[in-house]
């Protein structure tokens, strides 16, 4: 009998632990979509835009709002804007283009 209720409180404190994540845990997941995203991305000097957006671990991926300038000449060094998605499962990072997200410039 001593032996299950053992068994059943190491568990439950596993079971805890694996639920509570450390600040340094959270602060590598940030790194490494920073890093994944602004290697995926196709802009000159991407830079991440705020922080990520951490979504339910049902989900799977964090977003990241990235910016940078057009890398191809007749873009005249023109900032653009692109929204990466980060799979934590895979650790793989996936960009698209989202010049929409930005608010349109008045007209002169």
Same mark, same amino acid.
């Given at each position: +009998?001593?032996?299950?209720?053992?068994?059943?409180?190491?568990?439950? &404190?596993? &079971?805890?632990?694996?639920? &509570?994540?450390?600040?340094?845990?959270?602060?590598?997941?940030?790194? &490494?979509?920073?890093?994944?995203?602004?290697?995926?991305? /196709?802009?000159? %000097?991407?830079?991440?835009?705020?922080?990520?957006?951490?979504?339910?671990?049902?989900?799977?991926?964090?977003?990241?709002?990235?910016?940078?300038?057009?890398?191809?000449?007749? +873009? %005249? /060094?023109?900032?653009?804007?692109?929204?990466?998605?980060?799979?934590?499962?895979? %650790?793989?990072?996936?960009?698209?283009?989202?010049?929409?997200?930005?608010?349109?410039?008045?007209?002169?």
């Amino acid at each position: +009998m001593k032996t299950i209720t053992l068994s059943a409180i190491l568990l439950t &404190a596993l &079971a805890a632990q694996a639920h &509570a994540s450390s600040s340094e845990a959270w602060a590598a997941l940030d790194k &490494a979509v920073v890093a994944s995203c602004t290697q995926a991305s /196709g802009l000159k %000097k991407p830079k991440a835009v705020g922080t990520a957006a951490q979504f339910d671990d049902r989900v799977g991926y964090v977003a990241l709002l990235l910016q940078g300038q057009y890398p191809q000449p007749h +873009m %005249k /060094g023109q900032t653009g804007t692109e929204l990466c998605l980060y799979d934590k499962q895979h %650790k793989t990072a996936y960009v698209t283009e989202w010049d929409s997200i930005r608010p349109a410039l008045p007209r002169k």
